[in-house]
Structure formats: C-alpha cells, structure tokens
C-alpha cells in the first residue's frame, strides 16, 4: 500500500520537526513517502530541515505564498492525488502520531475492505485528555462522545490525522481552498460522508500540540486577531446551508449564542466582534467556490 503523508507547515519549524520524527518513525507495514507542503514560512524551516538532513527523506515543497491551512492542503492533496498512491494521511504540523497510529489506520481500512471514504484517529491534547477543537461529529450536529469502541461511525472530522483513499479524492474532488483557514476539513469530510461512510479510530492515536485545548472563540479574542474570523463565519454557512432546513436552524442557534457571548463576556471591541459574526455570516449566502479535482495520475 502506498500512502503519502501530507503535512501543512506555516512558520513552526519545531512543531514540524517534532512531527517528522513521529513520521519518521512509523511502524505500518507500507511505503510511506512523507510531503511537507510549507506555505512560504520565514522562520528558517528549510534552513532546518536541511540542517538535520531531512531533505534526502521527505518531498518538501514551498508553495510560494502563504495559502492559508486550506490552500495548503489542497495543494498537498491535489499533488499526492496525482501520483499513484493509494492512500493519504493528512496533519497538520502540530500533529504528533504514536509510533503505530499509522498502521492502525490502515488495518481498520483493510478489514473494512476500502468500504469507507475516510479514517480519523483518536486526537489527544499535551495533558492526555480528548482535545476538544478535534472531536469528531457523529451527526453534522452532534460530537462523538465514545472513545472507547475500537470504531465509531462519524460524519465530518479534523485534518488532524485523516486517511483517505485517493479514489475517494478522485470521487469527490479536492477541499477547498478559497476557505483559507476553518471548516475545511469539516466541510470535505462531510462531503465525503454524504456518500461513503466515515470512522473513528480510537486505537490510532495522535497528540495534537495547539496552545490551548479549546476553539476558536470570538468573545475572547484578542482584537489584533479577529479579522480571521470572516473565514470562519463565512465558511461555515457554506457547510451548513448544504444540510436544508435542518442545516439553518442549527447555523440560526449557533449565531445567537455567539452573538450573546459577545454582548455578555466580551471584555472590549463588542461592536467589531459582532460585526465580524454577521457580515461575515451575510457574505457566505453569496460564496460559491468551485470545486477542483485532481488531473490525470503522474507516475511519481
């Protein structure tokens, strides 16, 4: 089986030589070639990996310009999706895979003999316990809440250790791109689940090294920040309004509590923060990215 691991790097040059040598030290059973797709870093990341002489085992590849997380993956998707691989592992940067997490993947996707359309791993945060931005939806609507069966049927799940079958990628296309940053991955693996089931791992576990064990939260983000969350608010209604009706009551829910967040815990800048949730909101009624797929197969 061979599988391309595709890892996403802006700027964290530590973070990703920590997950390289997870990667590097992978126990599955296949050819595993790794894809560092770095979107223009200028904190010295090729400086290190050629330092630590990584260069002669990773396929590395600087896209030029910062092409935000879902640009990013897009790109590392689109090239692997075009080579004759036969799965992809996808991660962010801050990703730490256990030794076997890999090989667990795999053994569900050949005991479900490729009848699936994606695996996620169980994600942990640096104290041991469930990292909360990286649970799981059971349902669109509802988290997982199991993390004790060795397999849980899911529909949508992070880029935080994803496998994917590349004829799934050919199936339904790439992510997207124009999102930039949030909700790619809940949105492609949800296209995904609309017509190929999706699991939970639990047995495949990675650590996932963000700052903090909680999301994204409007109400108590620092002012200098809040203009990404136009990325946030506008991609999300994109997700949601695919699910009808359903769909926009549970978008119309999550407005108003965010909404009330803002006006009741917001310590300054109330007015910026609601007017980042709605027009943001307002402008993803009229945002239609196309989606892409992948060419022809190169051989690599």
């Not at 797709?37 to 290190?48: R, V, Y």
């Not at 693996?189 to 650590?207: A, D, E, F, M, Q």
């Not at 829910?253 to 967040?261: F, N, Q, S, V």
Request: contains cysteine; aromatic residues 12%.
């Amino acid at each position: 089986m061979r599988t391309a691991a595709i890892v996403v790097t802006y700027n964290r040059k530590a973070l990703l030589l920590e997950n390289l040598e997870c990667l590097l030290n992978q126990t599955a059973a296949c050819d595993l070639d790794i894809l560092v797709i770095d979107n223009n870093s200028s904190d010295g990341t090729l400086d290190a990996l050629k330092r630590d002489n990584l260069l002669d085992q990773i396929i590395y590849i600087n896209t030029g310009k910062n092409l935000g997380g879902a640009g990013g993956f897009q790109f590392g998707i689109k090239y692997a999706a075009e080579r004759d691989y036969d799965y992809l592992w996808i991660m962010d940067d801050d990703c730490m895979p256990e030794e076997d997490s890999l090989q667990k993947l795999l053994d569900i996707a050949h005991e479900k003999r490729d009848n699936f359309g994606f695996l996620a791993s169980k994600v942990l945060w640096k104290d041991g316990k469930i990292c909360t931005m990286n649970i799981p939806r059971k349902t669109v609507f509802r988290p997982v809440e199991d993390f004790n069966a060795q397999i849980v049927p899911i529909e949508m799940a992070s880029f935080v250790s994803l496998l994917i079958p590349v004829r799934v990628v050919r199936e339904v296309g790439l992510p997207i791109k124009e999102f930039f940053i949030w909700t790619d991955d809940w949105e492609y693996t949800r296209r995904i689940s609309r017509l190929k089931p999706g699991y939970l791992v639990n047995n495949s576990i990675v650590v996932h090294k963000s700052k903090n064990n909680i999301g994204a939260n409007i109400a108590y983000e620092s002012s200098d920040r809040l203009s990404r969350f136009q990325y946030l608010y506008r991609n999300d209604v994109y997700l949601y309004r695919r699910e009808g009706i359903a769909g926009f009551l549970y978008e119309s829910a999550r407005l108003l509590d965010h909404t009330l967040r803002v006006l009741l815990k917001a310590k300054d800048h109330k007015a910026m923060r609601l007017r980042y949730i709605w027009k943001s909101t307002m402008a993803g009624f009229s945002f239609h990215p196309e989606i892409e797929f992948p060419e022809g197969v190169i051989s690599k």
